[in-house]
T-cell receptor, first 111, second 113 residues
Framework: DGGITQSPKYLFRKEGQNVTLSCEQNLNHDAMYWYRQDPGQGLRLIYYSQIVNDFQKGDIAEGYSVSREKKESFPLTVTSAQKNPTAFYLC??????????FGPGTRLTVL | QKEVEQDPGPLSVPEGAIVSLNCTYSNSAFQYFMWYRQYSRKGPELLMYTYSSGNKEDGRFTAQVDKSSKYISLFIRDSQPSDSATYLCAMRAGGTSYGKLTFGQGTILTVHP
């Protein structure tokens, strides 16, 4: 099956910890994206990558970091510098048709 | 002012009703328009994708884009309880194949049997 997988589904973080969210796709898409969703708000872009070894900041990149070492993978690290990390995190990818397809999401909670 | 405005609802309708969901936007550079459906605690699912002005129909769903008014709509005919979800409009500028989407807040829809 082609698609986007995210893990873990639920993640709990203690204050001051860094955590890494996984995103993998087997759609052969060049571009990948990370969004954050808070209750009552739309999705906001954190980072995106158009090609391997290259990525750009989105609207709310502070306190986050990413890497793109492989076409299939785009992990997101939520650092201790992110002041309000509790949210639903969504990874997406797109190919030549411009349509973005989303993974199932990771719900991060700070304890 | 947000670039994309969407009435958050909630919207509650009886089964079989016609549902109209709407978004307005301020950025005239937007050329690609999308509607996503998101069930609770799941990732958004792409429903409709349109380029520039006009209508697009897919089964019970019709997407309309009016660029002159900066207004897009999604119509759902013969609504079903399984349509109960949050509907998100999204849009992006043209120019490249890749780039960020700007989302509305989402409208929560409930269809009662």
């Amino acid at each position: 099956d082609g698609g986007i997988t995210q893990s873990p589904k639920y993640l709990f973080r203690k204050e001051g910890q860094n955590v890494t969210l996984s995103c993998e796709q087997n759609l052969n898409h060049d571009a990948m994206y990370w969004y954050r969703q808070d209750p009552g708000q739309g999705l906001r872009l954190i980072y995106y990558s158009q090609i391997v070894n290259d990525f750009q900041k989105g609207d709310i990149a502070e306190g986050y970091s990413v890497s793109r070492e492989k076409k299939e993978s785009f992990p997101l690290t939520v650092t201790s510098a992110q002041k309000n990390p509790t949210a639903f995190y969504l990874c997406a990818s797109s190919g030549t048709t411009n349509e973005q397809f989303f993974g199932p999401g990771t719900r991060l909670t700070v304890l | 002012q947000k670039e994309v405005e969407q009435d958050p609802g909630p919207l509650s309708v009886p089964e079989g009703a016609i549902v109209s969901l709407n978004c307005t936007y301020s950025n005239s550079a937007f050329q690609y328009f999308m509607w996503y459906r998101q069930y609770s605690r799941k990732g958004p699912e792409l429903l409709m994708y349109t380029y520039s002005s006009g209508n697009k129909e897919d089964g019970r769903f019709t997407a309309q884009v009016d660029k002159s008014s900066k207004y897009i709509s999604l119509f759902i005919r013969d609504s079903q309880p399984s349509d109960s979800a949050t509907y998100l409009c999204a849009m992006r500028a043209g120019g490249t194949s890749y780039g960020k989407l700007t989302f509305g807040q989402g409208t929560i829809l409930t269809v009662h049997p």
